[in-house]
Each structure stands twice: as structure tokens, then as C-alpha cells.
């Protein structure tokens, strides 16, 4: 018998406050210099004229952009960069009081206590993850729940002092790694490339120079010469304890010969 049931709706409240968020945010990352510029304070000798005051970004394509590019209308040196118009100068409006953590409905208290500071903390692992090349590899160092924790301990606004803090400094790691160490991590994740070729390249050298006939000779030499010599110690003992009297005997088999 087949039972019929309804599927609940997914939640986008994860959803709204990442597009919230990101409405938030300026258009470029690397427009502070544009945006706060202003035509009065224009001067020939430090600032471009075609560029200064305006919200500008470099972009790239596939085909020739000078070829589509009109004098009369657009300045040459405009090719290859893409132009919008800057932010509204209005001061944002005044912030809310915030709601009180113990009656609030846990949609409010998400928005206001937990996401203001978890998706800076998701924002700043996606470009480390980016930086370390963790879209390109298959195992990669970079561990994105270590460095959310020293991310958010050191963003914490209820303490200062923690700027420098690392993830092994953290008390609360401290105490669980000594019930729960972790096992060392592989050379092949510890290295860097520059450092791993460097090992491979000296290793090779290595190789090179072992297999010349020359270290060939010697090495067979001194595996030839340590064959000799393996019982060598053995050798020497016996012949000592051949020379050295019997326990209770007080004269040596030499003297014996002598004194006949």
C-alpha cells in the first residue's frame, strides 16, 4: 500500500540572507579609489582625466574590442574597460535596534546574531580556498573548518588582543587535540612546489652522479672489501682468547714453550 506524502517546502532563508548580503556589497572590489574621488578635486598632474570620478573595471574577451570602438563617441584609452555610474552619496538609513536574543523568533536572531558574522567568516574561506588552488587539486593542505574557527575567534567583538592569534593557540583547541590529536599530515600536502621540486631535482642529481661508472667501481669495491672484513671481529677475538690463559691456570702457553 503506497502512502501519499506531502514534501515540505525548502527553507530560503539561507538563500535571502546570501542575496541580501550581497546586494550589500559594492560592485567592485577594487573601486575605493574611483568612488571616493571627486571632480573638484581633479589635477592634470596626478590623475587621468579620462578615468578619474568614474567606476571603471578591466575586462577581458576573445576578440578585437579597438575595432568596434567609435572616436567620436568614446576616448580611446576607454578600450578594454567597462564604466558605471557611481553609488548614491545618501547616508544609508539608520539601523534598527536589535531585537532581544531570549524572545526573538529564530529567523530574526539568525539575521542579526549569527549571519552578520558567518558569511564575512564563508567569504573570506572561498577566496583562501581559491588562493590555494582547492577548485584545482584533489587533496589540497588547506582544512576550510580551521580557518572558519581562527577566522571567527579572531573577529569575535566581545574580545580584542585577538588579531594574531593562531588555530594551535586557541584554548579550546588546545584541550581537544589533547584527547584528540591529529595525525601528521603527508610531505606531498606540507611542501610547497617550489620546496617538492627542489627535493625531486636533488634527488635526481643524486641519481645521476650513482649511476657514473666511476661510483659504480667504488661502490663494488667497498662492497667486495666489506665482504673481506665481515668476520674480521670475530677474528680477532679468537685469536686473543687463544692467547689469554685458561681461568685458574696462572702461566700462559707461551711461557710454557720457553721454559722448555
Same mark, same amino acid.
Request: hydrophobic share 30%; charged share 30%.
Given at each position: 500500500?503506497?502512502? /501519499?506524502?506531502?514534501?515540505?517546502? *525548502?527553507?530560503? /532563508? ?18 575605493? =579609489? ?7 578635486? %581633479?589635477? *592634470? ?5 579620462? %578615468?578619474? +570620478? ?12 579597438? =575595432? ?11 578600450? +578594454?574597460?567597462? %564604466? ?10 539608520? $539601523?534598527?535596534? =536589535? ?6 523568533? *529564530? ?11 558567518? &558569511? ?8 583562501? =580556498? ?14 576550510? /573548518? ?40 603527508? /610531505?606531498? &600536502? ?7 621540486? &627542489?627535493?625531486?631535482? $636533488?634527488?635526481?642529481? +643524486? ?10 667501481? &667504488? ?14 671481529? $670475530? ?26
Amino acid at each position: 500500500m503506497s502512502v /501519499l506524502t506531502q514534501v515540505s517546502k *525548502p527553507n530560503d /532563508l539561507w538563500n535571502d540572507i546570501c542575496k541580501e548580503f550581497q546586494s550589500r556589497r559594492p560592485s567592485y572590489d577594487d573601486d575605493a =579609489a574611483s568612488v571616493s574621488t571627486d571632480y573638484e578635486d %581633479f589635477d *592634470p598632474a596626478k590623475h587621468t582625466p579620462v %578615468f578619474y +570620478g568614474q567606476m571603471h573595471a578591466k575586462v577581458t574577451v576573445d576578440f578585437d574590442v579597438a =575595432a568596434e570602438v567609435d572616436p567620436a563617441i568614446s576616448h580611446p584609452s576607454c578600450i +578594454g574597460y567597462a %564604466f558605471c555610474q557611481k553609488p548614491s552619496t545618501t547616508k544609508p538609513p539608520q $539601523s534598527q535596534p =536589535a531585537p532581544p536574543k531570549d524572545t526573538c523568533p *529564530p529567523r530574526v536572531y539568525l539575521e542579526h546574531y549569527v549571519f552578520p558574522y558567518i &558569511l564575512p567568516a564563508l567569504e573570506e574561506t572561498l577566496k583562501t =580556498a581559491k588562493e590555494e588552488r582547492c577548485f584545482q587539486r584533489k587533496w589540497v593542505k588547506f582544512n576550510a /573548518l580551521d580557518f572558519m574557527s581562527e577566522y571567527l575567534y579572531r573577529k569575535n567583538p566581545n574580545f580584542t588582543g585577538r588579531e594574531e592569534t593562531k588555530l594551535m593557540e586557541i584554548p579550546f583547541v588546545k584541550e581537544w587535540l589533547k584527547d584528540n590529536p591529529r595525525p601528521p599530515l603527508p /610531505l606531498s &600536502l606540507v611542501w610547497t612546489e617550489d620546496e617538492a621540486a &627542489l627535493v625531486i631535482q $636533488s634527488r635526481w642529481r +643524486g641519481y645521476q652522479v650513482r649511476k657514473t661508472p666511476e661510483v659504480q667501481e &667504488l661502490w663494488q669495491w667497498q662492497r667486495e672489501w666489506r665482504e673481506i672484513n665481515r668476520n674480521i671481529q $670475530s677474528c680477532v677475538n679468537d685469536f686473543w682468547e687463544s692467547k689469554m690463559p685458561e681461568k685458574g691456570d696462572t702461566t700462559s702457553p707461551e711461557l710454557e714453550e720457553k721454559s722448555e
